[in-house]
């Protein structure tokens, strides 16, 4: 789990994204975020997940800010992020 922050940390990244294809994915994604929350990097990190085992309330329950199922609109919303 800790590969994902350190590799944020290396690429200076403001947006981390996680594929959940299966429900067993959901627990990881969640210890993951866990990982950037206890690096001090969560409040500086977006984290968004995708794929056919999220929902809006599997994204509250890992603590993500943004989910979908649509890679389309993901790229959208990225693009909303980073202007801002």
């Known amino acids: 789990f800790s590969k ?3 590799a944020a940390k290396e690429h ?3 947006i ?3 594929s959940g294809v299966l429900t067993l994915s959901i627990d990881s994604m969640k210890k993951t975020i866990e ?12 984290i968004a997940i995708g794929g ?3 929902s809006d309330e599997c994204c509250q329950y ?4 943004y989910w979908t ?5 993901a790229v ?3 693009g909303e992020w980073v202007s801002v």
């Open 4 to 6: 994902f922050v350190e």
């Open 12 to 14: 200076s990244a403001k």
């Open 16 to 18: 981390v994204g996680f």
């Open 35 to 46: 990982c950037f929350k206890e690096a001090g990097l969560r409040d500086e990190v977006k």
């Open 52 to 54: 056919n085992a999220v």
């Open 62 to 65: 890992i603590g993500a800010d």
């Open 69 to 73: 199922k649509n890679a389309a609109e």
């Open 76 to 78: 959208k919303v990225f």
